[in-house]
């Protein structure tokens, strides 16, 4: 089954402390990105990556890293993360370049920073 | 990136039929347009797209007005879990892969 995977679905963790989400997919796409929820203002664009060692920022990359080693893998990383990461985070993945592909998207990681 | 309107909530009863409208005016020629939908508590999920035809499959029909500058996604009978949050997004052939998610419609549907 086509799949996108993200680990943990709940964390609850303190100031300061790193964390990762990490994020697998199935289906040899090349693109994969994350994805920040939150009320009122949507779903906003983190990072991506269009292929392995290539990533680069979207809409609101501050306070995060990623890393495209594998091609299945996309990890996002919180390396101190502050009560205003609170949110919920989707992981996706799509063939690169094209316009008619569908995206498949992860069931989310909900994130409280306390 | 192109943009779309869409009205904020819409409801229905169950087992009757759900046009949902989008306008996207300042659509290029090589934008597709695009359907996703989100249950409650769920990830985004794909529901259809096309370019310039009309499309069908299992989930919804896409009927897409000839000039381009608007769009309606159709759920034929609706069920109480096609409640959702529907987005219409356009995406450029060859452009860049994000989905530019607005507010979307919020679907209720009605027992």
């Known amino acids: 089954e086509a799949q996108v ?48 060692e290539v990533t680069d920022k979207g809409d609101v990359p501050e306070g995060y890293k990623v890393s495209r080693k594998e091609k299945r893998n996309f990890p996002l990383i919180l390396e101190s993360p502050s009560p205003n990461q609170t949110s919920l985070y989707f992981c996706a993945s799509s063939p690169a370049n094209t316009g008619n592909t569908e995206a498949f998207f992860g069931q989310g990681t909900r994130l409280t920073v306390v | 990136d192109a943009k779309t309107t869409q009205p904020n909530s819409m409801e229905s009863n169950e087992e009757e039929p759900v046009h949902l409208p989008c306008n996207h ?13 989100q249950l409650p508590s769920q990830g985004p999920e794909y529901v259809i797209h096309g370019l310039t035809s009309n499309v069908n499959n299992r989930m919804a029909s ?14 034929h009978r609706a069920t109480l879990r096609d409640a959702a949050v529907y987005y219409c997004i356009l995406k450029t052939q060859g452009g860049s892969e994000k989905l530019v998610f607005g507010k979307g419609t919020k679907l209720t549907v009605n027992p």
């Open chain 1, 5 to 52: 995977t993200q680990n943990p679905r709940y964390l609850i963790t303190v100031t300061g402390k790193k964390l990762t989400v990490t994020c697998s997919q199935n289906m040899n796409h090349e693109y994969m990105s994350w994805y920040r929820q939150d009320p009122g203002l949507g779903l906003r664009q983190i990072y991506y990556s269009m292929n392995v």
């Open chain 2, 25 to 37: 005016s300042t659509i290029s020629g090589t934008d597709y347009i695009h359907w996703y939908r």
């Open chain 2, 62 to 75: 896409l009927a897409i007005a000839e000039d381009r500058k608007s769009s309606t996604l159709i759920l």
